[in-house]
């Protein structure tokens, strides 16, 4: 083993150098095309059958000669290679510091000449700057960042590693604490349901009031940027600060008016908060945007049904169920436009009437969507509201003939019924 930490010993400081003298080695390195395929072959099979001592010379003697030629073997190998020894029992401190350094050289070698794996050595050098060579944690956090930069969909792990380092950078200069709650929240927003991030947040401030003070702080210094504007709407929302929310997301859509999102939010809080008059322009913004969106006429159509605008309400309702292919929900809806009118006015034959309507619809809406479980359950709610036998015989009313639905409660609705 001491033999094999002499050649890593003089290999490193023989030919890996400096980054940059890598070209220049190169150039100065024999072109015979035989003896290097010969040299790799050996490699790769010293390799292949786990004799790691053996190959390491030969794969040093290849990157020294071309360092591109068999990058896509090479560099993978080698590595396995220095982690192996690295790894092992029966290395001294002073040995495996040998290694770590030969590594990072290696990783640097990678990045120069295999460019298609850049995100892959960049996230290894990141990952042994940080445990292996005990770099300074703003030294290491920017080899992270340049690792995520190359490809963000990198592991949650190494997501994770960088979120510590700032939380160490915060905690030796509290000025770099506004990184690390960016940093969280970012990872907040990209994992919602992992309860981690935002006990990183909690860790990090002493309630979400200075979160949202902070977020607020960094919008108003760059109002442009709808990225931090949105930061701060969504903390307002998880604090449960609807106005907040309110007028950051009209202000977000004055500078960016095409963002469904945005509008998405801001029309449910406007009905939150019983701003009727203000969702329904929302509801009709959305409709612009997104014509073919069932959801935004049935919203609207709901928004009119609580103005007391039922006429438009069912409009709105058969539109919504129209662009959504005989959607189900839309005429329950209906239906319940119906009921809560026949609520609203009595119990004579003509309420029945309206009652017997809103069963038919209810109907007519189960058969569309059987999951329209609620509609199902009307029709049994209104089975004793609806005209019985002696009703319809005693006005003389036969089977099959239609009654015209009128009334100073109905003139909206302009619809009859058959008599069964």
Known sequence: MKTVFSLITLLFFSFAGPVQAAGSLTMAASNDSIQLITKYSLFSEYHKNRDYESAYPYGWEVLKTDPKRFA??????????????????????????????????????????????QSYFQLKKAFISEVWLKWPDEQAAVE?????????????????????LYKSIAKANPEKKEQAIDFFTFLSEKEPNNPQWNTELEGLVESIDELIELAKKAWDQDPENLTKGWKYTSLCLKAGKQELAVAALETLVQKAPATINYWNQLSSLYFKLDRLDA???????????????????????????????????????????????????????EGLLYETAARNCGFEFMDKCVYQLAVETYRRAYNMDPTTIQAKERISALQSSIPQ???????????????????????WIGRSITVP
């Not at 992270?144 to 510590?164: H, M, P």
């Not at 969106?293 to 058969?318: C, M, P, V, W």
């Not at 015989?393 to 409660?409: A, D, H």
């Open 144 to 164: 992270y960042e340049k690792a995520i930069a190359l490809d963000s969909t990198v592991s949650i792990y190494y997501y994770n590693r960088l979120g510590q």
């Open 72 to 117: 896509k073997w090479i560099y993978f190998k080698m590595e396995d290679i220095v982690w192996f020894f690295r790894d092992s029992s029966n290395y001294d401190d002073v040995m495996k510091k040998a290694v770590e350094d030969t590594t990072l050289y290696l990783y640097n070698l990678a990045l120069e000449h295999y460019t298609d794996r």
């Open 389 to 411: 036998k002696e009703d319809y015989f005693f006005r003389k009313l036969k089977s099959g003939q239609r009654v015209e639905i009128s009334g100073s409660c109905y003139g």
């Open 279 to 333: 969702a329904m322009d929302a509801y009709k913004k959305l409709i612009e945007l997104e014509p073919n969106t069932r959801e935004h006429y049935l919203n609207l159509g709901i928004a009119l049904k609580d103005k007391g605008q039922l006429s438009a309400a069912r409009a709105q309702f058969q539109k919504a169920s129209e662009i959504g292919n005989n959607w189900g929900l839309p005429i329950y809806y």
